[in-house]
């Protein structure tokens, strides 16, 4: 299939674009990191236009978001919301027009009202529902991340035992999340593209590995990666709660179960990871 990814040079996206095209499909790439003209805060954007039209089928992952630091910092400011409402917008004008296939990535959060990210992102579910697409709900995707100020917990955990020695962390770590291996990611996303005319637009397609783990027992997870390699980390957690999602605890539905099941373990997923980050550090 001629798939186009908007947003490939994120963290999924890149996953997804070097995943898919291992599997026989011809990936047409669309991020800002590729020049301006690839900016979809941009209206109109003539090759966005263009690269919908001429596709098959469109992931529409980009987004202005990051971890845990960059929506503390950002998310409650003007650009922000004003980014994400013009990607919405831009996108989703062309998906009209071109009536192409497409899954949008949305996230658990977006019913989280008090969360500027969590209300865009439902939004675009709502906009998605309009043109009979398909949403995606992720739960924390992990892997290797190229910008390092959008940083997800994982990723700045390990940057911090390398270049810092301990993890510092914003909060006690007491807080769960449901943590999916990207790789996982991309063969949940491929399944659905593939299956696409089996799912309605308000099916609960809910990407995640369905297990939960505490902040905390990732910093110790990471940790024995250190000490595997004979580097000593300390973890220094905070006093904070959690201020990002306030500790609320949705349920995965389990719905997907049914086309696909996520299969790396946190353990195996974070040594990938840390694998692949050590050699930037060796």
Same mark, same amino acid.
């Given at each position: 299939?001629?798939?186009?990814?908007?947003?490939?040079?994120?963290?999924?996206?890149?996953?997804?674009?070097?995943?898919?095209?291992?599997?026989?499909?011809?990936?047409?790439?669309?991020?800002?990191?590729?020049?301006?003209?690839?900016?979809?805060?941009?209206?109109?954007?003539?090759?966005?236009?263009?690269?919908?039209?001429?596709?098959?089928?469109?992931?529409?992952?980009?987004?202005?978001?990051?971890?845990?630091?960059?929506?503390?910092?950002?998310?409650?400011?003007?650009?922000?919301?004003?980014?994400?409402?013009?990607i919405l917008t831009n996108v989703f004008q062309y998906l009209s027009e071109y009536k192409k296939p497409f899954i949008f990535?949305?996230?658990?959060?977006?019913?989280?009202?008090?969360?500027?990210?969590?209300?865009?992102?439902?939004?675009?579910?709502?906009?998605?529902?309009?043109?009979?697409?398909?949403?995606?709900?992720?739960?924390?995707?992990?892997? @290797?991340?190229?910008?390092?100020?959008?940083?997800?917990? *994982?990723?700045?955990? =390990?940057? +911090?035992? #390398? &270049? /810092?020695?301990?993890?510092?962390?914003?909060?006690?770590?007491?807080?769960?999340?449901?943590?999916?291996?990207?790789?996982?990611?991309?063969?949940?996303?491929?399944?659905?593209?593939?299956?696409?005319?089996?799912?309605?637009?308000?099916?609960?397609?809910?990407?995640?590995?369905?297990?939960?783990?505490?902040?905390?027992?990732?910093?110790?997870?990471?940790?024995?990666?250190?000490?595997?390699?004979?580097?000593?980390?300390?973890?220094?957690?905070g006093l904070a709660k959690d201020s990002v999602q306030l500790d609320?605890?949705?349920?995965?539905?389990?719905? @997907?179960?049914?086309?696909?099941?996520?299969?790396?373990? *946190?353990?195996?997923? =974070?040594? +990938?990871? #840390? &694998? /692949?980050?050590?050699?930037?550090?060796?």
């Amino acid at each position: 299939m001629k798939v186009t990814i908007l947003g490939s040079g994120g963290q999924i996206g890149a996953y997804l674009t070097a995943y898919l095209r291992d599997k026989g499909h011809e990936v047409t790439e669309f991020d800002v990191v590729n020049g301006e003209d690839e900016d979809l805060t941009q209206i109109p954007n003539r090759k966005l236009m263009r690269d919908i039209r001429m596709t098959d089928f469109v992931f529409f992952l980009a987004f202005d978001v990051g971890g845990s630091h960059y929506l503390k910092k950002y998310q409650h400011t003007f650009d922000f919301v004003n980014n994400n409402a013009r990607i919405l917008t831009n996108v989703f004008q062309y998906l009209s027009e071109y009536k192409k296939p497409f899954i949008f990535a949305s996230s658990q959060m977006s019913n989280m009202s008090y969360s500027p990210y969590g209300v865009l992102k439902r939004v675009g579910e709502l906009y998605t529902q309009t043109l009979k697409g398909l949403t995606v709900k992720f739960w924390n995707v992990y892997g @290797i991340e190229k910008d390092m100020e959008k940083a997800h917990v *994982i990723t700045d955990f =390990i940057r +911090k035992g #390398f &270049e /810092e020695g301990e993890f510092e962390m914003m909060t006690d770590g007491t807080e769960e999340r449901q943590f999916l291996y990207a790789e996982d990611c991309c063969e949940a996303l491929e399944t659905i593209m593939e299956s696409y005319s089996d799912f309605k637009p308000t099916d609960p397609l809910h990407v995640t590995s369905f297990n939960s783990t505490s902040i905390k027992e990732v910093a110790h997870i990471i940790q024995g990666q250190f000490n595997l390699i004979g580097k000593d980390v300390s973890i220094k957690p905070g006093l904070a709660k959690d201020s990002v999602q306030l500790d609320k605890r949705n349920e995965a539905d389990n719905y @997907i179960i049914g086309w696909w099941t996520p299969k790396t373990g *946190i353990d195996k997923g =974070i040594a +990938k990871v #840390f &694998e /692949e980050m050590k050699k930037d550090y060796e």
